[in-house]
């Protein structure tokens, strides 16, 4: 009697792309049964004790258009893809209509997210692979314990000792019967409580989710325009859409992996040009990397008030100063206009964001926790090691050996003289 063929899920988390898949390649070569799986979490929606969403209207449209994007992609391979919002039950139901026998998915250790794995079924095999870093940990030379807690120290270990992977290579195509598997249809922002909106007109993000767009922006940025050989000297703006290369919020879901970019910038350097700019793509990249190491390293203590360097502050908890800050209604004009095209575009640029906070830390001396949980909320580019290690370093208990206090006005003298920017945006109304 024929041995029934097993069934592998390949679970969908913050990698939301085909291409460049570790989990996906790994399925598809194992198995000849493969499904896609998306869960959102009912709580992603819901009020947290502050008083706001812990998902806003921009993250959620921008993932719910990466899941389409990703579904065609996964049809080119005949793999469905079942997305469900989830309170908790969806993982087991799945798995037992679908007689899942392997998991795999990418590797996260963040609590939130562990929570989630908590719900596989115990006789299921799972999969873990490490697919959102530049430089993978199994590559390191030092364990991540040793991880030094300055930047530059990690930077120039990487830099010297390790080699960036090649890409994963492409997925093979499934046999069509493997379609048969009943697919979902993806929750529209209606079904998850949200309204419809378009983009704001003075957005600097006005781009879509999925992989296709995210492939579009990299061809745009590098080799249509070739505005990377001027990143180093452009990044530091605040307006339009080409100041910096934007592709942090499909890097944040995954449908952009960080290889993907490096491999990019590597080419460029060969075919165009290699300066300052270029390299500064990659030393951005870095970082990006850093704080994941930071956290994998630290554990939950980059959500503890003292962060990973245990400091102790006055912090306050004034609720009525928090919402000024929120709202853009502050006495500093420059952090008003920030948080104002945060909360009109779901986006804020790099150099507006530790400017706000730093202001909110360090200068209004509230909470700091209380301000990543907002972007948290509010960015389309929420990424969960990125949003705690900027904000621990900005409020002196993370990476930052200096525990520098932004003063928010010379920064706005510095970076926008002429005030276009707090023009743009002070002009808006509050709602």
């Excluded at 592998?8 to 460049?20: M, P």
């Excluded at 010297?160 to 046999?175: D, F, Y």
């Excluded at 209604?329 to 952090?335: D, H, I, R, Y």
Aim: hydrophobic residues 35%; proline residues 3%.
């Amino acid at each position: 009697m024929q041995e029934e063929q097993k069934t592998a899920l390949v679970w969908f988390r913050n990698d939301l792309r085909v291409s460049d898949n570790q989990s996906l390649y790994n399925a598809t070569n194992n198995h000849n049964k493969v499904i896609g799986l998306f869960l959102l979490p009912k709580h992603w929606f819901s009020k947290t004790a502050l008083g706001f969403k812990k998902m806003e209207r921009f993250r959620a449209q921008f993932i719910l258009e990466s899941l389409n994007d990703l579904k065609k992609d996964l049809q080119t391979l005949n793999i469905p893809l079942l997305v469900q919002i989830d309170d908790g039950t969806a993982m087991k139901e799945i798995c037992k209509a679908n007689k899942i026998s392997d998991i795999y998915f990418q590797h996260e250790w963040t609590k939130e997210e562990r929570t989630q794995e908590g719900f596989i079924p115990n006789e299921i095999t799972v999969h873990r692979t490490y697919d959102q870093f530049l430089f993978h940990p199994d590559d390191m030379p030092i364990d991540i314990y040793d991880l030094p807690e300055v930047f530059t120290v990690f930077r120039k270990i990487c830099e010297k000792k390790v080699q960036v992977r090649p890409m994963t290579p492409n997925c093979r195509i499934l046999e069509t019967d493997n379609l048969k598997h009943a697919e979902t249809k993806i929750p529209t922002m209606e079904d998850i409580g949200f309204s419809r909106f378009t983009c704001h007109p003075k957005s600097a993000f006005p781009y879509s989710g999925g992989s296709k767009v995210a492939k579009e922006r990299l061809s745009y940025y590098l080799w249509k325009t070739k505005k990377l050989s001027f990143y180093k000297k452009t990044r530091n703006g605040l307006l339009g859409t080409d100041y910096s290369s934007k592709f942090s919020p499909w890097l944040a879901n995954g449908s952009l992996s960080a290889k993907a970019i490096y491999w990019s910038v590597k080419e460029y350097e060969e075919t165009v040009t290699k300066n300052q700019s270029t390299y500064w793509l990659i030393f951005e990249l870095l970082w990006r990397d850093y704080f994941k190491y930071v956290s994998l390293k630290h554990g939950n203590k980059i959500f503890f008030i003292g962060g990973i360097k245990d400091r102790e502050y006055n912090w306050t908890k004034d609720n009525h100063t928090f919402m000024k800050w929120m709202h853009g209604t502050t006495a500093e004009p420059f952090v008003n206009a920030n948080m104002i095209e945060l909360n009109k575009t779901g986006f804020m640029s790099n150099r507006g964001r530790q400017n706000v906070a730093s202001y909110l830390a360090k200068t209004l001396k509230i909470d700091w926790r209380w301000g990543a949980a907002y972007f948290e909320t509010m960015l389309v580019d929420y990424d969960v090691h990125s949003n705690y290690g900027n904000w621990m370093y900005n409020a002196g208990v993370g990476n930052d050996p200096r525990d520098r206090i932004f003063n928010v006005s010379l920064q706005a003298e510095r970076y926008d003289g002429k005030r276009k920017y707090q023009s743009l945006w002070l002009q808006e109304t509050l709602f």
